[in-house]
């Protein structure tokens, strides 16, 4: 990877976003039939307000590979997990399991981050761990990251 190639690919999780919207609005639509009961119009709102947090928080992920680092955040930046480079000794596909489910989970041997979907790209760490990234684009990310952790010639 030379200095100017960097790659970048925002994944949307359609169907999650899809049923947070859905309860979003179901919420919203109970506490506007709640009627006198202000206690119930409450809760509902909090519960609308809870999903909409939850679908702005988690319902994208964006995965940037440049030079020195991976960069995996939800969102708008928050959850993010920096990888450096150099602490990345393999880079493999693989397809998850479907009880690995989406969000930020554990599963065998490290962490998932998911949006959405079952392929994903495993980075196998020198501390033995894995942190694995939930994709639609598994072969552009893992040539990506393949390509920046190879060794680079020297110049001498």
């Not at 928050?78 to 880079?91: Q, S």
């Not at 790209?121 to 694995?132: A, E, I, K």
Request: cysteine-free.
């Amino acid at each position: 990877m030379t200095s100017t190639q960097r790659y970048e690919h925002r994944q949307v999780g359609r169907f999650a976003m899809g049923l947070l919207v859905t309860a979003t609005v179901g919420a919203l639509v109970g506490a506007a039939l709640a009627g006198e009961d202000l206690g119930l119009r409450i809760v509902l709102l909090v519960v609308a307000l809870l999903y909409l947090v939850l679908g702005l928080t988690f319902g994208r992920l964006t995965v940037t590979v440049d030079r020195k680092r991976v960069t995996v955040a939800f969102g708008s930046g928050w959850p993010r997990r920096v990888i450096p480079l150099h602490a990345i000794t393999r880079v493999e596909r693989f397809r998850a399991k479907w009880w690995y489910g989406w969000g930020i989970r554990r599963i065998p041997g490290g962490w998932l981050w998911n949006v959405g979907g079952f392929e994903a790209v495993r980075l196998h760490l020198d501390d033995g761990r894995t942190f694995s990234v939930g994709t639609d684009d598994p072969e552009h990310l893992e040539a990506a990251i393949a390509a920046a952790i190879a060794p680079r010639p020297s110049r001498y």
